[in-house]
C-alpha cells in the first residue's frame, strides 16, 4: 500500500536524545517527512548518566518509549512515592546525613549512551538519518521551501526546521539574527540590538566534572557503599558531587560540580570540553567524608571530562516562521550579578541549569509537544508558523520555571549563605527547600501543557 503525499517536509538539525525523540515521534505518522542531520560522523551521544522523573516518564509512556527505557534498568519501578536521593553534608571527615527526598516512583538512572541506542533502533525506516552534516546556514522566505548550507558545501530544502543543535546551536543564532533584521525592517532598532546580544555565551562560573565508575572497581573498595542502593548527593560549599547507579548496576554515574562564583560572567579560557587529570579531582576533596574520598580512590585510570557551563541571556521566543528550537538549543542559565541566596533575589529569566536534572527530561517534553502539533489534522505547510508558535508561548513559560528552581537548587546544593558551623534544623530546611523545587517533576503530568497547546492550536486554526 502506497504512503499518502506528505502535507511537508521537516528536517531536524541534531541528533541527540532530543532531535531523537522528535524524528521518532514525527515519523509515526506517515504524510510528515522526516530527514535528521548529524554533524558528527557517526550518531553518539557523550556524557554519562540521565535521570528519568516521573512526570519525564509519562511523556516517554505517551510516546510509547517507556518499556525501552525499563528495559535498560535492573529493576521494575513503580508508581509509589519512595525516598529517591539521599542527602549528605559532606565537606567534612564525619558526614552528615540530611535525609532522604520523596518522589513519585523515584527515578530511573539511564546511561545515555545506551537511551540513545535505543532511540535510534526506533526510528521509522521513513526517517532518514544523514551524518558529517554540520549546519552553516540556513535561508527562509516566506512561501518557499527553507533552503539549508551545510560546511561541507552541500545543501538540502525543507519546509519545517527544528534545531536540536546544542548550546552552540547554529539555528538559534541565525533565528535570532533574522528576528534583529524584521525588528530592523519595523525600525525597532533597540529590539534588534538587543536580539542579536542573545548569541554572546558567558561563563557562569559551575564546572562539571563527569565518568563513570565500574561497580566492580568501587565494590573492590568499599562493598557497601551508599551508591549501590540509592542516588546520593553529597554537599559541600561550593562543591557537590552526585552520583547513582546506572546500566543495570554496572557503572556508578559519577558527577561532581565546583562553582567559582567569581568567575561567572567572564569569557572562559579555554575548551568548554576537555580531559582532565584524575588527581585534580582528588584535589578538591582533602576533608571530606569517607564515602566521597571511596569514591574518588576509583578514579586512576578512567576518563574524566570537564565541562564548562556556558550561558546565554534569556531567550523570548522557541519560533520565528516555519523555524523552532528546542532541548539544549534553549538550554541556558540566568546571569545575575552575584548568585542569589533566596528566593526574592532570583531574577526571573528562561535557563536550564544542571542543578534539577532535568535536561534531557525538558528535551522530551519538547519532542513530544512539537511532534503533537506538527501532527495535527490542522497544520498544515501554511499554518506551520502559526503552531510554532504556540509551541514556543506554551513551552518558554514552563522552562522559565524549570530554570527558576534549578537556579535555587544550585544555591542549596552549594551551601549557599550558609557559615561552617550548620545546625541540624537549617540542613533540614534546606532539604525542605530542595524537595520543594523537585515536585513538578515528581507530582505533575506534562499531558496538561500538552492540552492547552492542542486547545489553543484548535481555537486559533478553526477561527
Known amino acids: 500500500m502506497s504512503e499518502p503525499p506528505s502535507k511537508f517536509h ?131 522566505r516566506p512561501g518557499t521551501a527553507i533552503l539549508l548550507r551545510f560546511h561541507d558545501g552541500s545543501t538540502a530544502t525543507c519546509d519545517i526546521l527544528i534545531g536540536a543543535d546544542g548550546l552552540k546551536s547554529v539555528v538559534r543564532k541565525k533565528m535570532f539574527h533574522e528576528a534583529a533584521l524584521w525588528a530592523e525592517s519595523q525600525r525597532r532598532n533597540a529590539d534588534a540590538a538587543e536580539l542579536r546580544s542573545l548569541s554572546e555565551l558567558r561563563f557562569s562560573g559551575a564546572l562539571s566534572y563527569r565518568t563513570l565508575i565500574p561497580a566492580a572497581r568501587l565494590s573492590s573498595v568499599s562493598p557497601q557503599h551508599r551508591v549501590f542502593s540509592s542516588a546520593v548527593q553529597y554537599l559541600g560549599k561550593n562543591m557537590h558531587v552526585m552520583a547513582y547507579p546506572v546500566s543495570r548496576g554496572r557503572f556508578i554515574n559519577f558527577v561532581v560540580f565546583e562553582i567559582r562564583p ?35 580512590q576509583c578514579l586512576g585510570g578512567l576518563k574524566i571530562t570537564r565541562w564548562a557551563v556556558n550561558i546565554l541571556p534569556a531567550l523570548p521566543f522557541f519560533a520565528f516562521g516555519n523555524v523552532a528550537i528546542m532541548g539544549d538549543a534553549v538550554s541556558i542559565l540566568p546571569l545575575s550579578e552575584a ?84 545546625d541540624g534544623a537549617r540542613l533540614q530546611g534546606i532539604l525542605k527547600q530542595i524537595q520543594d523545587n523537585f515536585e513538578w517533576v515528581s507530582e505533575t503530568e506534562a499531558s496538561s501543557d500538552l492540552e492547552r497547546a492542542i486547545e489553543l492550536l484548535q481555537a486559533e486554526l478553526a477561527a
Not at 541527540?16 to 509515526?28: I, N, P, Q
Not at 579555554?270 to 571530606?288: E, R
Not at 536550564?352 to 525538558?362: C, E, L, R
Not at 519538547?366 to 501554511?382: I, R, V, W
Request: glycine fraction near 10%; hydrophobic fraction near 40%; include cysteine.
Open 10 to 140: 521537516v528536517a531536524i538539525c541534531g541528533g541527540g536524545v532530543g532531535g531523537l525523540t522528535l524524528a521518532f515521534a514525527l515519523s509515526k505518522s506517515p504524510n510528515i517527512r522526516v530527514d535528521v542531520y548529524e554533524a558528527a560522523s557517526k550518531f553518539s551521544e557523550i556524557g554519562a548518566g540521565i535521570g528519568v522523573w516521573w512526570r519525564t516518564r509519562q511523556v516517554l509512556k505517551s510516546l510509547g518509549l517507556e518499556e525501552d527505557v525499563i528495559r535498560l534498568l535492573s529493576f521494575r519501578p513503580g508508581q509509589d512515592r519512595v525516598p529517591t536521593i539521599q542527602y549528605r553534608k559532606a565537606d567534612q571527615l564525619q558526614g552528615r546525613a540530611m535525609g532522604p527526598m520523596y518522589s513519585r516512583g523515584g527515578v530511573m538512572g539511564l546511561h545515555r549512551a545506551e537511551f540513545h541506542e535505543a532511540l535510534l533502533n526506533r526510528l521509522s525506516s521513513r526517517c532518514r538519518t544523514f551524518t558529517s552534516k554540520r549546519l552553516k546556514s540556513y535561508h527562509q
Open 262 to 296: 567569581h568567575e561567572e560572567g567572564t569569557q572562559f579560557s579555554g575548551p568548554w570540553v576537555a580531559d582532565v587529570d584524575p588527581s585534580y579531582i582528588v584535589s578538591l576533596f582533602h576533608g571530606w567524608e569517607r564515602e566521597v574520598r571511596e569514591l574518588i
Open 339 to 422: 548568585y542569589p541566596t533566596s528566593d526574592h533575589e532570583l531574577t526571573q529569566a528562561h535557563a536550564m541549569a544542571p542543578f534539577q536534572g532535568a535536561g534531557a527530561g525538558q528535551a522530551i517534553e519538547d519532542a513530544s509537544m512539537l511532534a503533537s502539533l506538527l501532527s495535527h489534522e490542522l497544520t498544515t505547510g501554511t499554518t506551520a508558523a502559526h503552531v510554532l508558535g504556540i509551541y514556543s508561548r506554551v513551552r518558554q513559560p514552563l522552562s522559565a520555571e524549570v530554570a527558576r528552581r534549578s537556579r535555587l537548587n544550585g544555591d542549596y546544593f552549594a551551601l549557599r549563605g550558609l557559615g561552617p558551623d550548620v
